[in-house]
Antibody
Framework: QVTLKESGPALVKPTQTLTLTCTFS??????????VSWIRQPPGKALEWLGR???????FYSTSLKTRLTISKDTSKNQVVLTVTNMDPVDTATYYC????????????WGQGTLVTVSS | QTVVTQEPSFSVSPGGTVTLTCGLS?????????PSWYQQTPGQAPRTLIY???SRSSGVPDRFSGSILGNKAALTITGAQADDESDYYC??????????FGGGTKVTVL
């Protein structure tokens, strides 16, 4: 059974760096064709894809946010980490991680999400 | 900047059929965009309905179907039920590792 769970601070101050961890089970990110994406959703607004990391450590980022995002993985811990620099109130959102499995380009399994509020 | 377009809202009667679409601000959607569809109810994580244009995710009722209609991807709900009332999002793969969400469609069943 595949599970993913996001963790990290619920509140960050403007200009700070956000670090979120996605801890997963039920699959290995060393298996060919496996990918994990980060997605966010501001309150009352649409989902937004942020980026992804593939089994071979290749990373892709949203064009609009790529200068602020870094995604990494720790396969020994079954974790994927998202960092977002220079946080702003508009970055207030629920952040999700999701598995893109079996070489699919869709989000097959989702974490429950974690709400991050940016406020001084 | 690529924009993926969806209808903001749709209303359907119980038992009725509704087709939601997913387009591009320029160009046509094809199977090469690997369209996928997600259902989300308030306070919940999205649920995957359709991947790769028309493949149903495990456990998804067959009243949900995906297709390409004209120059857009489409999600059809046949025989709508009350618990289909949700927000629906499409995602298109734009190449070079980039995925883009549409703005979502709010479906009301009444």
């Amino acid at each position: 059974q595949v599970t993913l769970k996001e963790s990290g601070p619920a509140l960050v101050k403007p200009t700070q760096t956000l670090t979120l961890t996605c801890t997963f089970s039920g699959f290995s990110l060393t298996t060919s064709g496996m990918r994990v994406s980060w997605i966010r959703q501001p309150p009352g607004k649409a989902l937004e894809w942020l980026g992804r990391i593939d089994w071979d450590d290749v990373k892709f980022y949203s064009t609009s946010l790529k200068t602020r995002l870094t995604i990494s993985k720790d396969t020994s811990k079954n974790q994927v980490v998202l960092t977002v620099t220079n946080m702003d109130p508009v970055d207030t959102a629920t952040y999700y991680c999701a598995l893109m499995g079996n070489n699919r380009l869709s989000f097959d399994n989702w974490g429950q999400g974690t709400l991050v509020t940016v406020s001084s | 900047q690529t924009v993926v377009t969806q209808e903001p809202s749709f209303s359907v009667s119980p038992g009725g059929t509704v087709t939601l679409t997913c387009g591009l601000s320029y160009g046509s959607v094809s199977t090469s965009h690997y369209p996928s569809w997600y259902q989300q109810t308030p306070g919940q994580a999205p649920r995957t309905l359709i991947y790769s244009t028309n493949s149903r995710s495990s456990g998804v009722p067959d009243r949900f179907s995906g297709s390409i209609l004209g120059n857009k991807a489409a999600l059809t709900i046949t025989g709508a039920q009350a618990d289909d009332e949700s927000d629906y999002y499409c995602v298109l793969y734009m190449g070079r590792g980039i995925s883009v969400f549409g703005g979502g469609t709010k479906v009301t069943v009444l």
